[in-house]
């Protein structure tokens, strides 16, 4: 998906949870952050039943990671091993790891809280997608 504009990804879990993210930035496989303040992750279908909940970038700089060996990558800290991103989606596009609250808000709990953790696909790493879906926004 490189170099092709804008993007919402949306992925839904075998647990039937539904979450996702856009990059109003092309994607690149060039292993750098993407400065964007406009970008955003959501739940549609969440493990707390919520209803959509749309979690806005808190810190621009980290908004999207670009990598040629990861799969759609959104917020971060600056020290990747210490502070995952909040949405992650591995290159198989199988699995992934939620750690919401880092650059982008939080619908529950705070940073690093079991709830933050949770709150996209009912764990922060013990789950399996069954779907992603990647649009080109047009």
Same mark, same amino acid.
């Not at 993210?21 to 549609?44: E, P």
């Given at each position: 998906?490189? #170099?092709k =504009? %804008? ?11 539904v979450?996702?993210g856009t ?28 209803? %959509? ?14 990598? %040629?060996?990861? =799969? ?12 995952p ?10 699995? =992934?790891?939620?750690?919401?609250? #880092?650059?982008?808000?939080?619908y ?7 709830? %933050? ?17 990647l649009?080109?926004?047009?």
């Amino acid at each position: 998906c490189d #170099n092709k =504009g %804008a993007t919402i990804t949306i992925c839904r879990t075998v647990d039937g949870f539904v979450f996702g993210g856009t990059n109003t930035q092309s994607w690149a496989s060039n292993n750098s952050w993407v400065n964007a303040s406009d970008t955003f992750i959501f739940s549609l279908i969440n493990p707390f039943n919520d209803g %959509a909940r749309k979690l806005k970038v808190k810190n621009p700089a980290r908004a999207v990671y670009n990598s %040629a060996s990861f =799969g759609p990558t959104f917020g971060g800290g600056g020290q990747i091993m210490i502070d995952p991103f909040d949405l992650y989606i591995d290159s198989t596009m199988k699995k =992934g790891h939620t750690n919401v609250g #880092n650059a982008y808000s939080t619908y529950r709990g705070g940073w690093r809280s079991d709830e %933050a953790q949770r709150s996209l696909a009912g764990s922060l790493n013990n789950w399996s997608l069954n779907e992603v879906e990647l649009f080109i926004l047009q």
